[in-house]
């Protein structure tokens, strides 16, 4: 069965400071790769997705990701954050078929001043 | 154009009850998913529909809960003899058919059983 496993529950950065989130899955196929956020109140928003080819893929609002197969992961990064960044964010997997996504329990992004 | 639209935004009801949730598509979407997000967790798959027939209802985690999609487009979410674990965000997301799925969500609705 697929997983994903997003180590940090809570991170706090400061506002123009760089932003890593991790994110591992376990998926015994090639996996297709999301991240959403989720800011209070509103749905999930797709930031970007990976399913085949290029392994650094860009997302909106300045985010991206990296695939590294080697290593099951597909961290987020953004060299500098912004205030209206802090919000809940989401790793996901998809089965092979694409029809159900597995989530992480999420990271929680705070932004200091 | 209008994204996923789910009624009621907040419901609270009391233990044993029934309730019904609403979910409105994107238009033309034929692919409708519901997922339920506890409190501190990501959400968890519930049911997929592909048109109007549940094409997987393995995350439906008793015969408490059920889904219909009667026309192919609304879709409502259906809880029997609700239980204070039912207490829950409910999302519904929509996606266009196709293998390269992307799933785009509505707002959800907090469903509080007291």
């Known amino acids: 069965a697929q997983s994903v496993t997003q180590p940090d529950i809570h991170i706090t950065v400061s506002e123009g400071a760089s932003l890593e989130l991790r994110c591992n899955y376990s998926y015994g196929a090639t996996p297709y790769l999301f991240w959403y956020v989720q800011s209070p109140g509103q749905g999930l928003q797709l930031l970007l997705k990976y399913f085949s080819g290029d392994t650094l893929v860009q997302g909106i609002k300045g985010f991206e990701a990296e695939f590294k197969r080697s290593q099951s992961s597909f961290n987020l990064r953004k060299p500098s954050v912004h205030w209206s960044d802090a919000a809940e964010y989401f790793c996901a997997v998809a089965n092979n078929a694409g029809n159900m996504l597995t989530f992480g329990g999420g990271t929680r992004l705070m932004v200091k001043p | ?114």
């Open chain 2, 1 to 114: 154009g209008a994204g996923v639209s789910q009624t009621p935004s907040n419901k609270v009801t009391e233990k044993g009850k029934y309730v019904e949730l609403r979910c409105d598509p994107i238009s033309g979407h034929t692919a409708l998913y519901w997922y339920r997000q506890s409190l501190g967790q990501g959400p968890e798959f519930l049911i997929y529909f592909q048109g109007t027939g549940a094409a997987d209802d393995s995350g439906l985690p008793n015969d408490r809960f059920f889904a219909v999609r009667p026309e192919g487009s609304v879709s409502t979410l259906k809880i029997q003899r609700t239980e204070r674990g039912d207490s829950a965000v409910y999302l519904c997301a929509s996606s266009l058919r196709g293998s390269e799925n992307i799933q785009y969500f509505g707002a959800g609705t907090r469903l509080s059983v007291l």
